[in-house]
């Protein structure tokens, strides 16, 4: 399983659009991306997964450029809800009974008035 | 969308003593996963449950220590036996989504103080 580098934490104000870049050098070919969100006291909530170029939801875009071995979660004019913890995943997409997914350490996002 | 729920919210225990804690979820899911969060960290996976076969642990979980049931596709529980206060965490249980297991659901957690 590729290994993700990302921020400890970032600031940032509400209104803004917040980037969060993740780096996997190691993604091997059949590896998606995929980012959670974790409120205090709650479990992770999936937001967004990614193969290549760009993703958008309701949520949030994700970018991924050529050679995939980063990726850039993007959120648009953020609240103050939207703080907590930013998790990037790296591994297989597809079903299989062999996968499992591996959380890094997260990026804490505080977001002030 | 799965909805997940746990029981207890939140416990506490002393030391020596075994608690279960149990997972519902509101559809059959094929795969279910077990983790573990200290205060202030990322996620740990525990052990992987498919109903109908015995749970797959990760290195450094054991199932003497952590067992797993795992008795139709709605339902999961973990204990965690003999706890000492090194076992104050938060645990999770998760289902996938049925795309992948990239892409989970989980639920709201287990707090779990030892003393």
């Known amino acids: 399983l590729a290994k993700t580098t990302q921020p400890i934490s970032m600031d940032s104000y509400e209104g803004q659009e917040v980037n969060i870049t993740c780096s996997h050098n190691?993604?091997?070919?059949?590896?998606?991306i995929t980012w959670y969100q974790q409120f205090p006291s709650q479990g992770p909530r999936f937001i967004i997964q990614?193969?290549?170029t760009k993703v958008t939801n309701e949520v949030a875009s994700l970018f991924i450029p050529a050679d995939r071995k980063s990726s850039t979660l993007s959120l648009p004019r953020v609240s103050l809800s939207d703080t907590a913890v930013y998790y990037c995943l790296v591994g297989p997409g597809e079903y299989s009974s062999a996968s499992k997914i591996i959380f890094g350490s997260g990026t804490r996002l505080s977001i002030r008035p | 969308s799965a909805v997940i729920s746990q029981k207890p919210s939140r416990d506490i225990c002393q030391r020596g003593t075994s608690l279960t804690i149990q997972c519902q979820v509101d559809s059959q899911v094929t795969m279910m996963f077990w983790y573990r969060q200290q205060p202030g960290q990322s996620l740990t996976l525990i052990a992987t449950?498919?109903?109908?076969?015995?749970?797959?642990?990760e290195s450094g979980f054991v199932i003497d220590k952590f067992p797993i049931s795992r008795p139709n596709l709605t339902f999961s529980t973990l204990t965690v036996s003999n706890m000492s206060p090194e076992d104050s965490s938060i645990y999770l249980c998760?289902?996938?989504?049925?795309?992948?297991?990239?892409?989970?659901?989980f639920g709201p957690g287990t707090r779990l103080t030892v003393l």
């Open positions: 190691n993604i091997a070919t059949n590896d998606y």
């Open positions: 990614g193969y290549k």
């Open positions: 449950a498919n109903q109908g076969s015995e749970a797959t642990y």
């Open positions: 998760s289902v996938d989504r049925g795309a992948s297991t990239d892409t989970q659901y």
